[in-house]
C-alpha cells in the first residue's frame, strides 16, 4: 500500500512538492500540521542517529522522484559502475527519467502527475508513442504530447501558462507542447535539497 503524499512529506519534515499547486497554498500537509505522521507524530522530530540522518535522505530522494526502493538501488548500482563520480551520475539517472523531463519541461505540475501523462500514453518520443515513464531520455531525444492528447485538461493548461521558464539542459516551446533534450543534467539541475553524499554512505555500509 503506497503511502499518501502528504503524509510522506510530514515524515520528511518539509514540502517535497508532491502534489503541484496544492503544496503552495494553505491546504499543504506541512502548512496544516508540521509533524510527523501517527499518534507521536509531534515528539517524533528529535536528534536524529546517524543511520537514521542516511535513511531518510534516501527515502527523501525517493519520494521525490517517486521510486520504488527495488529500483532506486538499481539507479544506484549504475551509478556506482560509471565512470562519474556516484552522487552527480545518481541524479543524472534520476533526472532524465521521462516523468522528470516531462515535470522540468513544465507540462505538468507534479512528477506524479507527469508519470500519469506518460503512463496512459499522451506522451511520444522521437516520433513514436510511448507509457514507460522510467525511460531515460539522452542529448538529441525529442518529446511532444500527441495531437489527439493536447485537450488534456493537465496538458491544455500547461500550454496556457505564460510564465513557465525551462531549465537550460532542455528546449521547450509550452505552447507546442514540444521539447528537446540539449544536454545531460548536470548537479546542480537537480533538487538541490538532496544530499546524495548521504546517500552513498547509506549503500556503501
Not at 562519474?84 to 502527475?113: H, K
Request: glycine share 8%; charged share 30%.
Amino acid at each position: 500500500m503506497k503511502t499518501p503524499k502528504c503524509k510522506q512529506c510530514r515524515r520528511e519534515g518539509e514540502k517535497l512538492f508532491l502534489k503541484g499547486s496544492r503544496c503552495e497554498g494553505q491546504k499543504c500537509a506541512i502548512t496544516r500540521r508540521n509533524y510527523a505522521p501517527g499518534q507521536v507524530g509531534k515528539s517524533r522530530f528529535s536528534k536524529q542517529t546517524e543511520y537514521g540522518r542516511h535513511l531518510r535522505a534516501k527515502q527523501k530522494a525517493r519520494r521525490i522522484y517517486g521510486i520504488s526502493e527495488t529500483q532506486f538501488r538499481l539507479y544506484y548500482t549504475k551509478a556506482d559502475k560509471s565512470k562519474e563520480t556516484t552522487g552527480p551520475a545518481l541524479l543524472t539517472i534520476l533526472e532524465t527519467r521521462l516523468d522528470n523531463v516531462i515535470y522540468r519541461a513544465g507540462m505538468a505540475e507534479s512528477r506524479t502527475q507527469a508519470r500519469q501523462i506518460v503512463t496512459h500514453g499522451h506522451i511520444k518520443l522521437n516520433g513514436r508513442r510511448v507509457d514507460i515513464p522510467s525511460i531515460q531520455v539522452k542529448v538529441g531525444d525529442k518529446f511532444e504530447a500527441r495531437a489527439a492528447s493536447k485537450k488534456h485538461p493537465a496538458l491544455k493548461k500547461a500550454a496556457e501558462n505564460k510564465k513557465f521558464k525551462s531549465p537550460k539542459w532542455l528546449k521547450v516551446d509550452l505552447g507546442n507542447l514540444s521539447g528537446e533534450i540539449l544536454a545531460m543534467p548536470g548537479k546542480d539541475d537537480a533538487e538541490s535539497s538532496i544530499d546524495t553524499q548521504l546517500i552513498v554512505e547509506f549503500y556503501s555500509k
